[in-house]
């Protein structure tokens, strides 16, 4: 007992100690980056930190290039995207697949999420989220063929409400 105690003491501790080190690694972001300056100079300033800050992280790195690409920064945030898709794992290409359908450029969000689902044909909830996605761009056929792939792996509570969602032109939520 007295063991056990000791080694979730000791892990606690290591724990601890790492969170710490890696807080210290971050600059601290200091008041004038963003007050006193334009929003659209506060967000660059912020997203620039962001991305240090992201690291080799791919989500982190997506969520960055989501805010510059929403947020009408569209030729940074695509190079973002560009450089994690040039060695994405497939979670990489399903996000920027999803940034790219809430922008609602179809065009550029309908191969990336065909390209995960080739990669990953029996994930039940991304077969309906994609084929909302589909439904909401106009090819109800298409989606009606993902939904029932979906359906037939697993009526999966997520896939059903992204599928009943789109019929009513409500996008599917993250």
Known sequence: MKIRLAVTVAVALLATAALDASAARQPRIEADVYQGRTEQDAAKALLERALAQAGKGSWERIAVGRVFYLGGHKAEGRAIFDAILAEPEDSDVYRIARVYAEAGEWDAARPLFDR????????EKALAEVGAHYLLNGDRA???RLFARSFAIAPEFWATIAAAGAYLRVAPQE
């Open 142 to 144: 298409g989606a009606e």
């Open 116 to 123: 995960y689902l080739a990669a990953n044909p029996k994930d």
